[in-house]
């Protein structure tokens, strides 16, 4: 059995039924198991792949000076999730991610995933990618052509495909990574927003998916 945890969590994106329908694509044999923010770290012993997808940082402390308050946008409605505090992980949930890093196992920085615990800076770091304010952003939501552009595993046999969705660009990578693109969304004249990138994060191989705010 080939185990999967999937952070979930956050406003914005329904991130929990993301994970199950991703579900339904894979083998009988590999099971995802959703947990919220922290919740995460207590299983990744048992994990064999970590998806980042939850959006826990320090911004819920505050959305309003983001978003507005009156009304407050339907962004837990849109999440399909009951409205909840910023939740920073524990000394005991850095080590269980550490030692998660350190084993080799693989990640996938999933969406706004890379936005989460920016009190901790290490996460970023060992995570490979992170948003950084006033430099990361998306494009509008819209629909995209997709390009593959290697013959890597993580591509292989994925035809060019039409997306809807919005797309994340200008993503901080950890320096010294040995990054490759392998899919990429042109938005613009000389712009190009990366849909998918590999590389390793410390000694765990990291991907990133920068699309993904839908179900």
Not at 53 to 74: N, Q, R, V
Not at 89 to 111: C, D, M, N, W, Y
Not at 188 to 194: A, I, Q, T
Request: proline share 7%.
């Amino acid at each position: 059995m080939t185990t999967i945890v999937f952070q979930t969590g956050g406003p914005f994106h329904p991130v929990d039924a993301q994970a199950k329908h991703i579900q339904s694509w894979l083998p009988s044999d590999w099971k995802i198991k959703s947990a919220f923010g922290t919740d995460a770290f207590e299983q990744l012993g048992e994990a064999d792949l970590y998806v980042a997808g939850g959006l826990h940082w320090t911004g819920l402390k505050d959305l309003s000076t983001l978003i507005g308050s009156e009304p407050e946008p339907p962004i837990w409605a849109s999440a399909q999730i009951e409205k909840h505090p910023y939740i920073p992980p524990t000394e005991a949930h850095k080590a269980e991610f550490r030692k998660f890093v350190q084993s080799g196992r693989p990640i996938l920085a999933f969406h706004s995933g890379i936005l989460s615990y920016d009190d901790w800076p290490e996460y970023g770091q060992l995570l490979g990618y992170r948003w950084e304010q006033g430099i990361t952003d998306h494009t509008l939501y819209a629909e995209w052509k997709v390009k593959t552009r290697s013959s890597h595993s993580i591509v292989r046999n994925v035809p060019d495909y039409q997306l809807i969705d919005e797309l994340y660009y200008n993503v901080q990578v950890e320096a010294g990574m040995n990054q490759k693109m392998h899919a990429y969304a042109e938005f613009g004249p000389g712009s190009m927003g990366e849909a998918d990138w590999l590389q390793p994060s410390c000694t765990s191989p990291a991907t990133s998916l920068r699309n993904g705010a839908t179900a």
